[in-house]
């Protein structure tokens, strides 16, 4: 059984050591999240890494099932006073475990927004191969957090850089980071993407 939590730790501590490199005004870079610069984004993975289910159900609840504005409430619950006090947090913070320890979920969440700060910023990463195998299975597999499986229904995903091949219909071929992204919905993976199917993907994804 593929170890996803041991997966996340080693991920967490790339993400850290990459973060711990960053210049302070590029903390404020823009990224693939809208609206998010990187300690934004940082904030969020670090709140979704300390809230546990009770608390997100409450969160949840409490916010009226708006998911933008419980994010928004948790992000801010965990951001420092300033970068280098977020990124301290971080450091400090363990695997996603929402909504369980073996589910791909919560490595899909770190992987996604670990390269939603990565790309704009021009860092490269290539993840653990295994554990973003899993997390592509699971998105392709169900909608959960990001429409993923909706978003490919009836396109044929195939990697040439892992053995993942999921659906039949029009083809979409690519590196399998980028078909991840796309499947979370990140336009700017589109471009790496080939085949007869790129153009109807396309036209699904929200504009950019």
């Known amino acids: 059984m593929t170890d996803l939590p041991g997966i996340q730790r080693r991920e967490l501590a790339a993400l850290v050591d990459d973060l711990a490199a960053l210049a ?14 990187v300690e934004q984004v940082v904030a969020h993975l670090g709140a979704a890494a300390t809230t546990t289910l009770p608390r997100w159900v ?15 409430r948790r992000l ?4 420092g006073a300033d970068p280098a006090e977020t990124l301290e947090r971080f450091r400090a913070v363990g695997p996603i475990a929402l909504p369980t320890r073996s589910s791909p979920a919560g490595l899909g969440e770190l992987l996604v927004h670990a390269e939603d700060v990565r790309r704009p910023l021009g860092l490269r990463r290539a993840p653990d191969a295994e554990g973003l195998l899993a997390v592509a299975e ?7 957090a990001v429409n993923s499986k909706t978003l490919v229904r009836g396109l044929a995903l195939r990697a040439d850089d892992a053995d993942f091949r999921s659906g039949e219909g029009p083809e979409v071929r690519g590196p399998l980071l980028s078909l991840v992204m796309v499947m979370a919905g990140r336009r700017a993976h589109l471009a790496d993407l080939t085949g007869n199917g790129v153009a109807e993907l396309d036209g699904r994804l929200a504009p950019a």
């Not at 302070?24 to 610069?37: H, Y």
């Not at 699971?138 to 959960?144: E, H, L, N, Q, Y």
Request: aromatic share 18%.
């Open 76 to 79: 801010a619950d965990f951001r």
């Open 24 to 37: 302070p005004e590029r903390w404020r870079a823009a990224t693939l999240c809208p609206e998010w610069d």
């Open 138 to 144: 699971f998105f392709a597999a169900k909608d959960f």
């Open 58 to 72: 409450l969160s949840m609840v409490g916010a009226r099932f708006d998911a933008d504005l419980h994010n928004r």
